[in-house]
């Protein structure tokens, strides 16, 4: 299923990042073996954001559904949510990759505020 934020996101050129689940943490047999990742356009995230409503928990779960794009290195289906059949610890793995690809490093947010330079008009 196409939501209207992936219908109105530009066609932008975005990196796929491909992660591997360790065996020894694959407990269900659902748990996948790998899976890929997107990065997310401000409009998918909104689209999380509208589904989760004020509930953070569900937002970042909507936002990682969202950047979900390979499981076993097939499509996924948006039409379902996949993660519901992940156990404990690769949904971990899921939260960790997501919010790797997603975030600044404390390094760099560090240096790019130390870039700061206040002027007067």
């Known amino acids: ?38 990065q997310l356009t401000t409009l998918q995230e ?20 969202r950047a979900l794009v390979a499981i076993n290195g097939q499509a996924v289906d948006h039409a379902y949510t996949p993660t519901d059949n992940f156990s404990p610890k690769v949904r971990e793995y899921l939260v960790a990759a997501y919010l790797d690809i997603s975030s600044v490093k404390p390094e760099a947010r ?9 002027r007067m008009p």
Do not use: H, Y
Not at 14 to 22: G, H, K, N
Not at 46 to 65: C, Q, S, V
């Open 46 to 65: 909104m689209d999380a954001a509208n589904e989760a409503g004020t509930d953070g928990a569900k937002f970042l779960m909507a936002r990682i559904n």
């Open 1 to 38: 299923m196409t939501t209207v934020a992936e219908k109105l996101a530009p066609r932008l050129a975005r990196p796929l990042f491909d992660f591997a689940v360790p065996e020894e943490d694959r407990e269900w047999e659902s748990d996948p073996a790998s899976f890929t990742l997107q």
């Open 110 to 118: 560090a240096a790019f505020l130390a870039s700061k330079n206040k």
